[in-house]
């Protein structure tokens, strides 16, 4: 008995569904619609007397939400933090710095404010050459932030 009584539910529901998007829909459109609530009229009925529940009240795996959540995060500041990282190297190049490789770590705090924390640099040449230089550039055109530098002493002459 439930069966008849959620197929006549789910009939006069759909009708009153059909009216509406059918006082609604464009001329052109009508016979799209009329095809789509065709198939959702069949799926409705079928799932009425198989006795098939559509409800979507199942609970949503939160572990896996905050999951994708971090991996999404972690991509998003890998990919900040190598833009960030060409760009601090475009500076250091337009002001003669030799950088070899460079990595830059940034922090997002709660109010999603993004600040760099450290600068990372593989410098091709001497540090008493480039030190107080680097350090300049970096105050001035990017701000305190913390330096971590290597070297490479035996630089080629030729």
Do not use: H, W
Not at 8 to 35: E, H, W
Not at 61 to 67: F, H, K, M, N, P
Not at 105 to 124: G, P, Y
């Amino acid at each position: 008995m439930t069966a008849v009584r959620n197929i006549t539910l789910t009939v006069c529901i759909l009708s009153l569904v059909y009216m509406v998007v059918m006082m609604l829909t464009p001329d052109s459109f009508k016979q799209k619609m009329k095809t789509v609530i065709s198939i959702l009229t069949a799926l409705t009925i079928a799932g009425a007397i198989l006795n098939i529940d559509f409800s979507f009240d199942e609970e949503i795996d939160a572990d896996l939400l905050y999951e994708s959540d971090y991996i999404y995060n972690d991509l998003v500041i890998c990919e900040l933090e190598q833009r960030l990282a060409d760009g601090i190297l475009l500076i250091y190049e337009e002001n003669g710095i030799p950088v070899e490789k460079i990595s830059v770590e940034t922090n997002i705090d709660d109010e999603n404010s993004i600040s760099i924390s450290k600068i990372s640099l593989a410098i091709r040449g001497e540090s008493e050459a480039y030190e107080s230089k680097i350090r300049k550039v970096t105050r001035d055109k990017i701000g305190e932030v913390a330096l971590e530098m290597s070297f490479s002493e035996d630089v080629d002459e030729s």
